[in-house]
T-cell receptor
Framework: GENVEQHPSTLSVQEGDSAVIKCTYS??????FPWYKQELGKGPQLIID?????GEKKDQRIAVTLNKTAKHFSLHITETQPEDSAVYFC??????????FGRGTSLIVHP | KAGVTQTPRYLIKTRGQQVTLSCSPI?????VSWYQQTPGQGLQFLFE???????NKGNFPGRFSGRQFSNSRSEMNVSTLELGDSALYLC?????????????FGEGSRLTVL
Protein backbone atom coordinates (compact mmCIF):
# COMPACT_ATOMS: atom_id res chain seq x y z
CA GLY A 1 0.00 0.00 0.00
CA GLU A 2 0.85 3.67 0.04
CA ASN A 3 3.25 5.07 2.64
CA VAL A 4 3.50 8.80 3.39
CA GLU A 5 6.36 10.30 5.39
CA GLN A 6 6.04 13.85 6.73
CA HIS A 7 8.73 16.11 8.16
CA PRO A 8 9.32 17.85 10.45
CA SER A 9 7.04 16.68 13.24
CA THR A 10 7.34 20.07 14.95
CA LEU A 11 8.16 23.43 13.41
CA SER A 12 8.61 26.60 15.40
CA VAL A 13 8.88 29.96 13.59
CA GLN A 14 8.65 33.65 14.32
CA GLU A 15 5.69 35.62 13.02
CA GLY A 16 6.43 36.80 9.50
CA ASP A 17 8.83 33.96 8.71
CA SER A 18 8.15 31.27 6.12
CA ALA A 19 7.36 27.66 6.99
CA VAL A 20 7.96 24.60 4.82
CA ILE A 21 6.60 21.12 5.47
CA LYS A 22 7.69 18.19 3.30
CA CYS A 23 6.08 14.86 2.47
CA THR A 24 7.20 11.88 0.46
CA TYR A 25 5.00 9.10 -0.88
CA SER A 26 5.80 5.64 -2.14
CA UNK A 27 3.21 4.73 -4.77
CA UNK A 28 3.55 6.40 -8.16
CA UNK A 29 -0.15 5.65 -8.84
CA UNK A 30 -1.23 8.25 -6.27
CA UNK A 31 -2.50 11.33 -8.06
CA UNK A 32 -4.22 13.53 -5.47
CA PHE A 33 -2.28 15.32 -2.73
CA PRO A 34 -4.27 17.42 -0.24
CA TRP A 35 -3.07 19.34 2.79
CA TYR A 36 -5.24 19.66 5.88
CA LYS A 37 -5.02 22.00 8.87
CA GLN A 38 -6.33 20.83 12.22
CA GLU A 39 -6.87 23.30 15.02
CA LEU A 40 -7.25 22.18 18.61
CA GLY A 41 -10.57 20.47 19.23
CA LYS A 42 -11.62 20.57 15.58
CA GLY A 43 -11.56 18.26 12.61
CA PRO A 44 -9.03 18.71 9.81
CA GLN A 45 -9.88 21.27 7.14
CA LEU A 46 -8.54 21.32 3.59
CA ILE A 47 -6.27 24.30 2.95
CA ILE A 48 -4.87 23.43 -0.47
CA ASP A 49 -4.55 20.44 -2.77
CA UNK A 50 -2.72 19.49 -5.93
CA UNK A 51 -3.20 16.84 -8.58
CA UNK A 52 -0.45 14.97 -10.33
CA UNK A 53 -0.83 16.86 -13.61
CA UNK A 54 0.21 20.12 -11.92
CA GLY A 55 3.61 21.03 -10.50
CA GLU A 56 2.69 23.97 -8.31
CA LYS A 57 -0.40 25.66 -6.93
CA LYS A 58 -0.71 28.85 -4.95
CA ASP A 59 -3.46 30.42 -2.86
CA GLN A 60 -2.49 33.73 -1.25
CA ARG A 61 0.14 32.90 1.41
CA ILE A 62 -0.03 29.16 0.85
CA ALA A 63 1.58 27.17 -1.94
CA VAL A 64 2.12 23.50 -2.68
CA THR A 65 4.74 22.01 -4.99
CA LEU A 66 4.81 18.49 -6.36
CA ASN A 67 7.76 16.56 -7.76
CA LYS A 68 6.37 13.34 -9.27
CA THR A 69 9.76 11.98 -10.21
CA ALA A 70 11.07 12.23 -6.67
CA LYS A 71 7.65 11.42 -5.21
CA HIS A 72 7.59 14.35 -2.85
CA PHE A 73 5.40 17.37 -2.27
CA SER A 74 5.76 20.37 0.01
CA LEU A 75 3.61 22.97 1.70
CA HIS A 76 4.92 26.52 1.83
CA ILE A 77 3.41 29.18 4.09
CA THR A 78 4.78 32.70 3.75
CA GLU A 79 4.42 35.61 6.18
CA THR A 80 3.24 33.30 8.96
CA GLN A 81 0.77 34.61 11.51
CA PRO A 82 -0.13 33.32 15.00
CA GLU A 83 -3.43 31.98 13.63
CA ASP A 84 -1.44 29.66 11.37
CA SER A 85 -0.47 27.69 14.50
CA ALA A 86 -2.05 24.24 14.12
CA VAL A 87 -1.27 20.69 13.08
CA TYR A 88 -0.86 20.19 9.34
CA PHE A 89 -1.36 16.86 7.58
CA CYS A 90 -0.40 15.86 4.08
CA UNK A 91 -2.10 12.96 2.31
CA UNK A 92 -1.78 10.92 -0.87
CA UNK A 93 -4.58 9.09 -2.64
CA UNK A 94 -6.19 8.64 -6.03
CA UNK A 95 -7.89 6.10 -8.23
CA UNK A 96 -8.61 3.10 -6.06
CA UNK A 97 -6.12 4.14 -3.43
CA UNK A 98 -7.53 5.06 -0.07
CA UNK A 99 -6.27 8.26 1.55
CA UNK A 100 -2.99 7.79 3.40
CA PHE A 101 -1.98 10.58 5.75
CA GLY A 102 1.36 11.76 7.05
CA ARG A 103 1.88 11.79 10.82
CA GLY A 104 1.36 15.55 11.01
CA THR A 105 3.45 18.65 11.69
CA SER A 106 2.76 20.85 14.67
CA LEU A 107 3.41 24.42 13.50
CA ILE A 108 3.96 27.01 16.22
CA VAL A 109 4.12 30.66 15.19
CA HIS A 110 5.52 32.92 17.90
CA PRO A 111 4.23 36.51 17.94
CA LYS B 1 -24.84 24.87 4.43
CA ALA B 2 -24.56 22.70 7.53
CA GLY B 3 -21.26 20.91 8.06
CA VAL B 4 -20.57 17.33 9.05
CA THR B 5 -22.11 16.46 12.40
CA GLN B 6 -20.80 13.73 14.65
CA THR B 7 -22.43 12.40 17.79
CA PRO B 8 -21.65 11.88 20.54
CA ARG B 9 -18.67 14.21 20.93
CA TYR B 10 -17.29 12.43 23.98
CA LEU B 11 -17.88 9.04 25.50
CA ILE B 12 -16.31 6.74 28.03
CA LYS B 13 -16.65 2.97 27.86
CA THR B 14 -15.08 0.00 29.59
CA ARG B 15 -13.22 -2.88 28.02
CA GLY B 16 -15.48 -5.45 26.42
CA GLN B 17 -18.33 -3.04 25.76
CA GLN B 18 -19.42 -1.90 22.33
CA VAL B 19 -19.97 1.59 20.97
CA THR B 20 -21.87 3.14 18.07
CA LEU B 21 -20.90 6.50 16.62
CA SER B 22 -23.02 8.53 14.25
CA CYS B 23 -22.16 10.85 11.37
CA SER B 24 -24.43 13.13 9.34
CA PRO B 25 -22.72 14.27 6.14
CA ILE B 26 -23.11 17.51 4.25
CA UNK B 27 -26.36 17.51 2.31
CA UNK B 28 -25.85 15.99 -1.13
CA UNK B 29 -22.64 14.14 -0.27
CA UNK B 30 -22.96 10.42 -0.86
CA UNK B 31 -19.51 9.43 0.41
CA VAL B 32 -18.81 9.06 4.11
CA SER B 33 -15.44 7.83 5.32
CA TRP B 34 -14.23 7.14 8.84
CA TYR B 35 -10.80 7.65 10.39
CA GLN B 36 -9.12 6.83 13.68
CA GLN B 37 -6.77 9.49 15.03
CA THR B 38 -4.27 8.68 17.77
CA PRO B 39 -1.04 10.41 18.84
CA GLY B 40 1.00 7.32 17.97
CA GLN B 41 -0.49 6.31 14.63
CA GLY B 42 -1.84 9.58 13.27
CA LEU B 43 -4.88 9.56 11.00
CA GLN B 44 -5.78 6.10 9.75
CA PHE B 45 -8.51 5.22 7.27
CA LEU B 46 -11.15 2.82 8.59
CA PHE B 47 -13.67 2.50 5.75
CA GLU B 48 -15.71 4.41 3.22
CA UNK B 49 -19.36 4.11 2.32
CA UNK B 50 -20.82 5.42 -0.89
CA UNK B 51 -24.55 5.18 -1.61
CA UNK B 52 -25.00 2.62 1.19
CA UNK B 53 -22.20 0.32 -0.05
CA UNK B 54 -18.82 -0.13 1.55
CA UNK B 55 -16.35 0.92 -1.10
CA ASN B 56 -13.02 0.62 0.68
CA LYS B 57 -11.76 -0.75 3.95
CA GLY B 58 -8.57 -0.02 5.87
CA ASN B 59 -6.44 -2.40 7.86
CA PHE B 60 -8.54 -2.74 11.01
CA PRO B 61 -9.95 -5.86 12.68
CA GLY B 62 -13.51 -7.03 12.08
CA ARG B 63 -14.55 -5.51 15.42
CA PHE B 64 -14.79 -2.25 13.52
CA SER B 65 -17.82 -2.08 11.26
CA GLY B 66 -20.05 0.49 9.70
CA ARG B 67 -23.10 1.13 7.66
CA GLN B 68 -24.74 3.88 5.69
CA PHE B 69 -28.42 4.65 5.43
CA SER B 70 -30.42 5.81 2.44
CA ASN B 71 -30.18 9.44 3.64
CA SER B 72 -26.34 9.08 3.61
CA ARG B 73 -26.06 9.22 7.39
CA SER B 74 -23.51 6.71 8.61
CA GLU B 75 -22.75 4.82 11.77
CA MET B 76 -19.67 2.98 12.88
CA ASN B 77 -19.63 0.31 15.54
CA VAL B 78 -16.77 -1.06 17.57
CA SER B 79 -17.46 -4.26 19.47
CA THR B 80 -15.51 -5.83 22.33
CA LEU B 81 -13.67 -2.61 23.08
CA GLU B 82 -9.97 -2.71 23.94
CA LEU B 83 -7.87 -0.09 25.71
CA GLY B 84 -6.10 0.61 22.42
CA ASP B 85 -9.35 1.70 20.81
CA SER B 86 -9.18 4.95 22.76
CA ALA B 87 -8.94 7.59 20.05
CA LEU B 88 -10.62 10.44 18.23
CA TYR B 89 -12.89 9.01 15.55
CA LEU B 90 -13.44 11.34 12.66
CA CYS B 91 -15.86 11.05 9.83
CA UNK B 92 -15.64 12.96 6.59
CA UNK B 93 -18.05 13.45 3.74
CA UNK B 94 -17.21 14.06 0.12
CA UNK B 95 -19.03 14.60 -3.14
CA UNK B 96 -16.32 12.87 -5.20
CA UNK B 97 -15.28 10.04 -2.94
CA UNK B 98 -12.56 9.74 -0.33
CA UNK B 99 -9.82 9.01 -2.89
CA UNK B 100 -10.31 11.85 -5.30
CA UNK B 101 -11.58 15.00 -3.70
CA UNK B 102 -11.82 17.25 -0.71
CA UNK B 103 -12.82 15.64 2.55
CA UNK B 104 -15.08 17.63 4.87
CA PHE B 105 -14.42 16.44 8.40
CA GLY B 106 -16.61 16.57 11.45
CA GLU B 107 -15.20 17.54 14.84
CA GLY B 108 -14.93 13.91 15.89
CA SER B 109 -16.09 11.61 18.64
CA ARG B 110 -13.52 11.16 21.38
CA LEU B 111 -13.71 7.65 22.79
CA THR B 112 -12.00 6.70 26.03
CA VAL B 113 -11.86 3.02 26.95
CA LEU B 114 -11.15 2.24 30.59
Amino acid sequence: GENVEQHPSTLSVQEGDSAVIKCTYSDSASNYFPWYKQELGKGPQLIIDIRSNVGEKKDQRIAVTLNKTAKHFSLHITETQPEDSAVYFCAASGGSYIPTFGRGTSLIVHP
Amino acid sequence: KAGVTQTPRYLIKTRGQQVTLSCSPISGHRSVSWYQQTPGQGLQFLFEYFSETQRNKGNFPGRFSGRQFSNSRSEMNVSTLELGDSALYLCASSSQGAQNGELFFGEGSRLTVL
